[in-house]
């Protein structure tokens, strides 16, 4: 299989050139192996069990390899983290290590690497690292305020979004035979939650409680609604308790399948009483949407089994595809964000009078406002939040972006720019 070049391959060449030690993190089959495995010299793959028992023996071994050596799924032998940081306080010469790890180790004690090892975050693939269109506009230079002119014009439409939903964002499962990519998830879903929860230490007394807790999870996506009402919408035969779904929590998001947005709070602006819940996400909207058994057909035309829609409708109000595809934008504008070091989070005030789907910061606490429509025009009405958000903040809004499904990039008359999503890039 062909390499997919990623966004994170520079930041990952750029942070060896400076460090002595990084670690990938996230969900299994993002690709932190087949990127690590391109700028490595030597590899220890710890998924192997003769592997392990010769690194047990002799933990100097790390040090006599040609560097930069890949420790793969480090997490299978947590001391190995702490060997790592014993070698780089010998020598902070850089690009000497790359840890990749598909779960944090529960219970497990381990040296935080604050200054040694520095972390940092790999997500299934964004829209533009799926190679479906060439991106005109970048979420760089809108953090910079110097992006020029908003422009640009992509033939891709909303049927081919509802094609990279349900394609998936992990590598392996999208470039492999369309016909199989549901199997492949629910096999990535099954496993997760059959042999990788229980094996992170949760108490998994009723299998299909958790399954049926995860596709409530999955049915409020985009949305904040509270813990209470996901759990309400689980049929009370297979309910889990308040410190089971805790346990689910913690156990899925060691597993990096989790992805929650943060609500955004602000350092010294005029904004009060801004809500404090996170929007719900899993890793790749594909995951939602095999949880959910949406298809082709029943996000085009808003159909679905009564069962599913009446719990999906206990947790939020739209169409599914609505909040599906503001996963997508929300996986692929936290890509986009990570070179310039820019942290994602979202917007609304505690009555729900104002809500921002997305909260760009970059470092210098400049901020880009954005916004996501499924829908190809953009009208007044959909930019009343930015503009509200703009009276509030001033020049700390650097810019203020709708994201849509339409066909062109362009900024409005009153300063919004509208950009479809194949058109935004890193």
Do not use: C
Not at 256 to 265: G, R
Request: proline share 6%.
């Amino acid at each position: 299989m062909d390499y997919l070049p990623r966004i994170i391959d520079p930041v990952l060449e750029s942070a060896l050139r400076g460090l002595p030690a990084v670690a990938i993190d996230g969900a299994k089959a993002v690709g932190k192996s087949a990127t690590a495995e391109r700028v490595a010299k030597s590899i220890l793959r710890l998924d192997r069990p003769e592997e392990v028992t010769i690194l047990r023996a002799d933990r100097d071994r790390i040090n006599r390899l040609e560097r930069p050596v890949l420790i793969d799924e480090w997490q299978l032998d947590p001391p190995i983290w702490d060997a790592v940081r014993r070698s780089v306080d010998a020598d902070r010469a850089p690009g000497h290590f790359i840890l990749t790890g598909s779960a944090n180790p529960r219970n497990t004690k381990i040296h935080s690497g604050a200054g040694r090892i520095v972390r940092m975050r790999m997500r299934p693939l964004s829209f533009a690292e799926r190679g479906r269109a060439i991106p005109t506009v970048s979420l760089g230079a809108l953090l910079t305020g110097e992006v020029g002119a908003i422009e640009g014009e992509t033939t891709i439409g909303l049927d081919h979004y509802v094609d990279e939903i349900l394609a998936s964002g992990f590598p392996g499962i999208r470039t492999s035979d369309e016909s199989t990519h549901a199997t492949q998830l629910e096999s990535y879903l099954s496993f997760a939650l059959s042999r990788e929860v229980p094996a992170l230490g949760a108490m998994v007394r009723r299998p299909k409680a958790l399954e049926a807790w995860l596709r409530a999870y999955a049915a409020a996506s985009s949305s904040t609604a509270s813990f209470e009402k996901v759990a309400d919408a689980v049929a009370k035969d297979v309910r889990p308790t308040r410190v089971t779904i805790g346990d689910y929590r913690e156990a899925l998001s060691q597993l990096w399948l989790l992805d929650e947005v943060p609500a955004w709070v602000p350092f010294g602006s005029e904004l009060s009483r801004l809500g404090r819940a996170p929007k719900h996400q899993l890793a790749d909207p594909a995951l939602a949407a095999r949880l959910l058994r949406a298809s082709r057909d029943t996000l085009l035309h808003a159909t679905t089994t009564a069962d599913r829609a009446k719990a999906y409708q206990r947790i939020r109000k739209g169409p599914l595809l609505g909040a599906l595809f503001e996963s997508l934008v929300t996986l692929s504008v936290r890509v986009y964000a990570q070179p310039v070091g820019s942290a994602v989070s979202h917007l609304r005030t505690h009555s729900g009078d104002h809500e921002v789907d997305l909260i760009v910061e970059a470092p210098d606490a400049r901020v880009l406002a954005i916004e996501v429509k499924l829908a190809s025009d953009v009208d007044d009405h959909a930019v009343r939040h930015l503009n509200w958000l703009q009276n509030k903040i001033g020049d700390d809004l650097v810019d203020r972006i709708i994201i849509t499904t339409g066909r062109h990039a362009y900024r409005r008359p009153d300063g919004v720019a509208v950009v479809p999503l194949a058109l935004l890039g890193a």
